[in-house]
């Protein structure tokens, strides 16, 4: 009997012990870069990483942080890093033009957050009104939406002075209007001009290109595709939690990588994502956060053809992909009005 009971605690300690991680469930590891110091327009990423949302999805992910002298989108081209943000399809169809593997694989943001401010009550209330006003515009934006917006809606490029992401010289110049984000450059004019500017988002002008895209390596995509469809719902879910949860650990994160920004920038970001659409909101009601559609893909080219950016026998179908998107993924995590 002393015999039998030895033995059956000794089997009984096997089977209650904690066993060996086996490498076929340890989490892959993989590199996400942004382009651009930590804010809330990551936020959904954020949110995956710190609510346990990639883990879940057998993902350790790392978030690089992008900035002013960071270039993340070149490792991505080199197959340093598996995963990087592009900023919108613009990019995607230039690494189509330069024969770089790139592909978008998700748009996080429905909504191009990209603006015009102006005054207001000095006669440049409305759209029509701006072109005739000096335009504070930077160099990326100069050769991007500026070029779209001298077509279709009549901007000049004789109005236009360098924009340094310095507000100052638009708050002291009545007489002009200046670019920005929607979710960011605002909140910096209100804060700093003491007056409330008027806001004009591009993408409810026509300026339809979809933005805060996911994009890969097309090598990753054909070599392992379980694991690009892992990232991208694993960040979808996060951005619905970031954008209709509870998303402090979020902020807190975004926080540690980039300690100057604060509590009341980042509310007002998030506060903007909702009010205007930025995430969620048309092809994105239907098929989930991330979501795109080739048809509205197909529109944004030929504008930007007819504005000269590209010549119209690029295969722009190269510079994305829908596989991985419009399943809808998260879709029960949007709040029932």
Do not use: C
Not at 2 to 29: E, M, N, Q, R, W
Not at 93 to 108: E, N, Q, S, Y
Not at 251 to 264: E, F, Q, S, T, V
Not at 306 to 319: I, V
């Amino acid at each position: 009997m002393k015999t039998f009971a030895f033995l059956f605690a000794l089997l009984l300690a096997l089977v209650l012990a904690p066993l060996p991680i086996s490498p076929a469930f340890a989490l892959d590891k993989v590199t996400f870069a942004t382009n651009w110091l930590a804010e809330a327009e990551h936020g959904g990423f954020y949110q995956a990483e710190a609510d346990g949302t990639y883990a879940k999805y057998g993902l350790d992910v790392t978030i690089l942080q992008g900035g002013p002298n960071a270039n993340n989108r070149l490792l991505l081209a080199a197959g340093k890093i598996e995963f990087g943000l592009g900023a919108n399809l613009i990019q995607a169809f230039d690494a189509v033009a330069g024969d770089i593997p790139i592909v978008a694989v998700a748009a996080l943001f429905q909504k191009d957050p990209f603006i015009l401010m102006s005054h207001p009550g000095v006669g440049l209330d409305r759209l029509p009104d701006l072109p005739k006003a000096t335009a504070f515009i930077g160099k990326d934006g100069f050769v991007s939406v500026y070029q779209w917006l001298k077509l279709a809606h009549g901007f000049k490029d004789e109005n236009v002075k360098p924009y340094t992401f310095n507000s100052a010289p638009f708050i002291a110049d009545k007489n002009s209007i200046e670019q920005g984000y929607v979710t960011s450059e605002p909140f910096e004019v209100e804060r700093q001009g003491k007056f409330k500017p008027n806001v004009f988002l591009i993408a409810d002008y026509g300026y339809d290109s979809y933005s805060t895209t996911i994009e890969t390596t097309r090598d990753l995509i054909d070599k392992n595709p379980d694991l690009v469809q892992r990232f991208v719902d694993a960040s979808i879910i996060g951005w619905y939690n970031y954008i209709y949860g509870d998303n402090r650990a979020a902020n807190a994160l975004i926080k540690h990588d980039n300690p100057d920004i604060g509590d009341d920038q980042l509310a007002y970001s998030v506060a903007k994502m909702k009010e205007y659409g930025i995430v969620d909101s048309g092809d994105s009601l239907t098929l989930g956060i991330g979501a795109m559609r080739d048809g509205r893909v197909k529109s944004f080219f030929a504008k930007m053809v007819d504005a000269g950016l590209f010549k119209p026998y690029l295969d722009y179908k190269r510079a994305y992909s829908l596989q991985f998107i419009g399943h809808g993924v998260g879709l029960e995590l949007r709040p029932r009005q």
